[in-house]
Nanobody, 111 residues
Framework: VQLQASGGGMVQPGGSLRLSCAAS????????VDWYRRALGKQRELVAS???????LYFGSVKGRFTVSRDIAKKSVYLQMNSLEPEDTAVYYC??????WGQGTQVTVSS
């Protein structure tokens, strides 16, 4: 499975972004997909997951602000991020089945 992450950028506090993780070579319906982030000088942290069955899970400070979803036909998983805060600034990565990683996309929240 090869993954292409996109959708990052710079946004003001309170703004929104939607990240995409598109798969090639295989679909995503048979796998769990996780979104991680790594802020500068900090350890990587898990922020959201979608299971094979479509159940969604959220971790830490993103609860209530981030939404993970998938489009099986498009072989893509999305992370909708609302009410962004400066503390959300990080490189975001998608991971499939604990095995395959996307290349990361930078999210910067700053006024």
């Amino acid at each position: 499975v090869q993954l292409q992450a996109s959708g990052g950028g710079m946004v003001q506090p309170g703004g929104s972004l939607r990240l995409s993780c598109a798969a090639s070579g295989s679909g995503l319906s048979d796998y769990a997909v996780d979104w991680y982030r790594r802020a500068l000088g900090k350890q990587r942290e898990l922020v959201a997951s979608i299971t094979r069955g479509g159940r969604t899970l959220y971790f830490g400070s993103v609860k209530g602000r981030f939404t993970v979803s998938r489009d099986i036909a498009k072989k893509s998983v999305y992370l909708q991020m609302n009410s962004l805060e400066p503390e959300d600034t990080a490189v975001y990565y998608c991971n499939v089945d604990g095995t395959w990683w996307g290349q990361g996309t930078q999210v910067t929240v700053s006024s």
